[in-house]
DNA sequence: GCGACAG
DNA sequence: ATCTTGTCGC
């Protein structure tokens, strides 16, 4: 974890955290050609228990070939709270993000970045925590408002709250539910567009954190208990 | 006050 | 988010 920051005892402290930190997110980074390695990430939750299980599965951006997969088993320590959803999964996505060999040149991850109502959603958060660039990949709106972009793989209108450019809502696929992309940390919103397009190639969510989604479920599935007799 | 509210 | 199989459609 961030040692430099004391971790938050609360939701009141929490806030202010996110307010405080949004100031280090920045809009610039590595050229898109330069990322050669993309990591999805996500969490799923057991209902039985109080365990989780935090996925990164790692591609080549070029080919979308899986390069590592690691999983951390954990338990929350923070409540769902809409607007604090970093809490919750930060902590076991970079319990996660240590057991990688090499890092990955951009993270993707299952939630949203500027498109916050602090702007300072978990893409930001994990970016700003780890220095390594970041977009957010939401599939339903916390913030903000939107037209309806048109039926077509590639076709995008903005997200804007009072004015203010949050995000892209992006149609990954033809004929189906749009995406909401926001900058997580060290990029421009018009290459988490590009990477996020290129990483989806045939289903709606983006291949790096539909990998991470299912192999956190697998693996939950695999380690719950399974009944004898 | 009412509704909305990432995963 | 979690529980949960098949089934309809491209």
Redesign the pocket.
């Known amino acids: 974890m961030n040692p430099q920051e004391p971790w938050p005892a609360d939701a009141e402290e929490a806030t202010a955290l996110q307010s405080r930190l949004r100031r280090s997110v920045t809009r610039t980074g590595p050229a898109a050609h330069e990322i050669q390695r993309l990591a999805g990430l996500?969490?799923?939750?057991?209902?039985?228990d109080d365990r989780l299980i935090a996925a990164v599965v790692v591609l080549d951006a070029a080919t979308l070939e899986v390069q590592d997969v690691v999983v951390h088993e954990d338990r929350p320590r923070f409540p769902?709270l809409?607007?604090?959803?970093?809490f919750r999964e930060l902590p076991p996505l970079l319990a996660a993000l240590e057991k990688l060999d090499h890092l990955p040149d951009l993270l993707m991850c299952?939630?949203?970045g500027l498109a916050?109502p602090r702007r300072f959603?978990?893409?930001c958060h994990l970016g700003v925590t780890t220095r390594i660039p970041t977009i957010?990949v939401?599939?339903?709106?916390?913030i903000g408002e939107y037209a309806e972009p048109g039926p077509r793989r590639g076709d995008r209108s903005p997200l804007t709250d009072k004015g203010e450019v949050l995000g892209t809502v992006l149609r990954t696929a033809d004929h189906v539910k749009p995406v909401f992309v926001s900058i997580g940390h060290m990029i421009s919103l018009e290459d988490a567009c590009q990477v996020t397009l290129n990483s989806t190639p045939r289903y709606r969510i983006s291949e790096p954190i539909r990998l991470a989604d299912q192999a956190s479920?697998r693996t939950l599935k695999s380690r719950q208990s399974h009944p004898t007799g």
């Open positions: 996500d969490v799923t939750y057991s209902k039985n769902y809409p607007g604090l959803f970093s299952d939630g949203h916050h959603g978990l893409a957010g939401a599939k339903q709106a916390l479920r």
